[in-house]
């Protein structure tokens, strides 16, 4: 249901170890600051489907102008098949 993804962050959905084997929680913490920083970031990420299937994707995080409390955009797109089709 949809409550339950409104409930849950970015890592729920993530596997643990990302690219170079790096912590989820803290790569992510470091691209967040960086957003908040105004440098847009545009990096792989693993994400894990509903069946635990990890799935390569692309983040792009922006800080969100002129809002009052510190707010970033996450777009997240699958890459699997473009991974797929430069092999």
């Avoid at 962050?9 to 929680?25: E, H, N």
């Avoid at 957003?35 to 847009?40: N, W």
């Avoid at 894990?48 to 102008?65: D, K």
């Amino acid at each position: 249901p949809r409550i339950d993804l409104l409930c849950r962050t970015l890592t729920d959905f993530s596997a643990v170890l990302q690219g170079q084997g790096r912590d989820a929680i803290a790569l992510l913490r470091d691209h967040v600051s960086l957003a908040l920083d105004g440098a847009p970031q545009v990096f792989g990420w693993q994400l894990r489907t509903a069946q635990g299937v990890e799935r390569p994707c692309e983040l792009r995080l922006a800080r969100m102008p002129g809002s009052v409390c510190q707010l970033v955009r996450c777009t997240i797109t699958d890459i699997s098949a473009r991974q797929r089709d430069e092999r």
